[in-house]
Nanobody
Framework: QVQLVESGGGLVQPGGSLRLSCAAS????????VGWFRQSPGKEREFVSG????????YYADSVNGRFTISRDTAKNTVYLKMNNLRPEDTAVYYC????????????WGQGTQVTVSS
């Protein structure tokens, strides 16, 4: 029943930074896990970062590890993705999704936010 809205995307030069936000509707937001994914035209959606809600232990794709940081603000029902040292290959539509349990696939996608890295 939760609805997710991504924001914060835009056009940035290589080496620049952006912070994406994923705001969830509803009075409470406590999924099993939250994740950021991205998709470029002609490519499959790929995992970027995520964490199990109860532990907040983060996971990162090798391609972004050391450059991106995932965090949350439970009072605002919002998850963030801080992206530093952006590269052209980071260009994609970024989506936020949730897992209801360890046995459930990520879903409940938002509409996505476009990130374009170009000089």
């Amino acid at each position: 029943q939760v609805q997710l809205v991504e924001s914060g995307g835009g056009l940035v030069q290589p080496g620049g930074s952006l912070r994406l936000s994923c705001a969830a509707s509803g009075r409470t937001f406590s999924p099993y896990a939250v994740g950021w994914f991205r998709q470029s035209p002609g490519k499959e959606r790929e995992f970027v970062s995520g964490f199990i809600w109860g532990t907040s232990h983060p996971y990162y794709a090798d391609s972004v590890n050391g450059r991106f940081t995932i965090s949350r603000d439970t009072a605002k029902n919002t998850v963030y993705l801080k992206m530093n040292n952006l590269r052209p290959e980071d260009t994609a539509v970024y989506y936020c999704g949730t897992k209801g349990s360890r046995f459930t696939d990520f879903g409940s996608w938002g509409q996505g936010t476009q990130v374009t890295v170009s000089s």
